[in-house]
């Protein structure tokens, strides 16, 4: 959405959150809603992660494997073969 005022230019973007409730039991235990968790594919016993900043709480699916899970994350070539090439233009300079 854009708004003009005066000499400034204004873009608000729309961010539309979605919420789902369950209840946390006497002992501490919640249920992860159907819809999340086919959409994030968890599965029983699969580790999620508790992150909090004060205000708000985060949980975050826990990957069986975090090295697979990591690879190929980056949006740049590879981590390898930047090292490599780096060396190569180490080798060339001696």
Do not use: C, H, N
Request: glycine fraction near 6%; avoid cysteine.
């Amino acid at each position: 959405m854009l708004f003009k005022s005066s000499s400034l230019t204004f873009y608000i973007s729309a961010v539309i959150l979605r919420s789902m409730e369950s209840t946390l039991t006497e002992r501490g235990q919640t249920a992860v809603p159907a819809r999340i968790r086919k959409r994030f594919g968890l599965k029983a016993g699969q580790k999620l992660e508790w992150v909090e900043d004060g205000k708000v709480i985060y949980v975050l699916p826990v990957p069986a494997d975090p090295i697979k899970a990591f690879r190929g994350s980056s949006k740049t070539r590879g981590l390898t073969e930047a090292l490599l090439e780096e060396r190569r233009k180490d080798a060339r300079r001696i």
